[in-house]
């Protein structure tokens, strides 16, 4: 395989086989034989555009965020919300994380959906930014953080990773691929903790990234060289997929319909019930105050006093 610019000068760019390089970042079919990238790259443009429209802005507010699946590590564990480590990879927090995200994604995925198949890549990305999101949730649950991941990268360092052991598999360690893809990882880990040690608004999701590219990684390893998927075995496999999806999606399409809190963060429930104290709806309060307790997985005694001294005694944990 050739490289269109050594892994040494610039970013990494991707490894094809081909013609001579003609000044292009991706050669002009790069997209030909990848109906899966085809297919997550527009997918993921167009829940970026359906959150704008619903939020008005392309600027989400966190109820949006959660509304539409976010994985928000307190909910996950503490009501079994699970489906949302795989809808959070298709949810991103601004036009400059997508397109980003989406750069990233159109180059390195056809490298690896062109050199193992449609039917490898399409469960690896899900299985890899699941796992990432995993892992992030994890991360959280254990720091308390609170906070809610969104965006591709974790499902997209799965990529990286699985290009990496490619990579290492054809060329060695010492190969341009590898170097590439190894030195993109490096740098994605280390442009987060830059960005988290500068305390911003905005946190990078370390844990995901990492998570992503290890699944990738021990996925890829899995593969065995020269095997080839049938198509009907190909079409099986991407149903599958999508089956998948679909079922996450419409799970939190039955969360939003019937549990008026899942859209709220941990702050959002507490903001809520302590309004409805003051404003003397009790059946609120007491509701408010179950569903925020339901995030920590046991009592807080600092919601639970002014709720039971004005509105009565609250059951359940």
Same mark, same amino acid.
């Given at each position: 395989? *050739?490289? *269109?610019?050594?892994?040494?000068?610039?970013?990494?760019?991707?490894?094809?086989?081909?013609?001579?390089?003609?000044?292009?970042?991706?050669?002009?079919?790069?997209?030909?034989?990848?109906?899966?990238?085809?297919?997550?790259?527009?997918?993921?443009?167009?829940?970026?555009?359906?959150?704008?429209?619903?939020?008005?802005?392309?600027?989400?507010?966190?109820?949006?965020?959660?509304?539409?699946?976010?994985?928000? #590590?307190?909910?996950?564990?503490?009501?079994?919300?699970?489906?949302?480590?795989?809808?959070?990879?298709?949810?991103? &927090?601004?036009?400059?994380?997508?397109?980003?995200?989406?750069?990233?994604?159109?180059?390195?995925?056809?490298?690896?959906?062109? $050199?193992?198949? *449609?039917?490898?890549?399409?469960?690896?990305?899900? @299985?890899?930014?699941?796992?990432?999101?995993?892992?992030?949730?994890?991360? %959280?649950?254990?720091?308390?953080?609170?906070?809610?991941?969104?965006?591709? *990268?974790?499902?997209?360092?799965?990529?990286?990773?699985?290009?990496?052991?490619? %990579?290492?598999?054809?060329?060695?360690? !010492?190969?341009?691929?590898?170097? $590439? +893809?190894?030195?993109?990882?490096?740098?994605?880990?280390?442009?987060?903790?830059?960005?988290?040690?500068?305390?911003?608004?905005?946190?990078?999701?370390?844990?995901?990234?990492?998570? %992503?590219?290890?699944?990738?990684?021990?996925?890829?390893?899995?593969?065995?060289?020269?095997? !080839?998927?049938?198509?009907?075995?190909?079409?099986?496999? @991407?149903?599958?997929?999508?089956?998948? @999806?679909?079922?996450?999606? #419409?799970?939190?399409?039955?969360?939003?319909?019937?549990?008026?809190?899942?859209?709220?963060?941990?702050?959002?429930?507490?903001?809520?019930? +302590?309004?409805?104290?003051?404003?003397?709806?009790? =059946?609120?309060?007491?509701?408010?105050?179950?569903?925020?307790?339901?995030?920590? =997985?046991?009592?807080?005694?600092?919601?639970?006093?002014?709720?039971?001294?004005?509105?009565?005694?609250? &059951?359940?944990?």
């Amino acid at each position: 395989m *050739s490289t *269109s610019a050594p892994p040494s000068s610039g970013p990494p760019r991707p490894v094809y086989t081909g013609s001579a390089d003609d000044g292009r970042l991706v050669p002009r079919d790069w997209l030909d034989q990848a109906p899966v990238t085809r297919t997550l790259l527009a997918l993921n443009i167009a829940v970026f555009v359906v959150q704008v429209v619903a939020q008005r802005s392309v600027s989400f507010s966190d109820a949006t965020q959660l509304r539409f699946g976010a994985s928000y #590590a307190l909910a996950t564990i503490g009501e079994n919300r699970w489906e949302t480590l795989v809808t959070a990879c298709f949810l991103h &927090g601004g036009i400059v994380h997508l397109v980003f995200n989406m750069v990233v994604l159109w180059q390195a995925g056809p490298l690896v959906e062109r $050199a193992v198949g *449609s039917a490898r890549m399409a469960p690896m990305y899900l @299985l890899a930014g699941a796992f990432g999101n995993a892992l992030s949730v994890l991360y %959280g649950t254990y720091t308390r953080s609170g906070l809610y991941t969104v965006g591709a *990268s974790g499902a997209i360092s799965g990529i990286v990773g699985a290009a990496l052991v490619v %990579g290492w598999r054809v060329q060695g360690w !010492k190969g341009p691929l590898t170097q $590439a +893809m190894a030195r993109w990882l490096g740098l994605t880990v280390a442009f987060g903790l830059l960005v988290n040690f500068s305390r911003g608004r905005i946190q990078v999701d370390n844990a995901a990234h990492i998570g %992503g590219a290890l699944a990738g990684a021990a996925i890829a390893s899995m593969w065995k060289r020269g095997y !080839k998927y049938s198509p009907g075995a190909t079409k099986a496999v @991407l149903a599958t997929c999508v089956g998948v @999806l679909a079922a996450c999606i #419409a799970v939190v399409a039955v969360h939003d319909q019937t549990d008026p809190f899942a859209s709220m963060t941990e702050q959002a429930r507490q903001d809520f019930t +302590m309004d409805a104290v003051y404003e003397g709806r009790c =059946r609120d309060a007491h509701d408010g105050l179950i569903a925020t307790e339901r995030l920590r =997985r046991g009592r807080m005694l600092s919601l639970r006093k002014p709720v039971e001294a004005t509105c009565g005694h609250v &059951g359940g944990e």
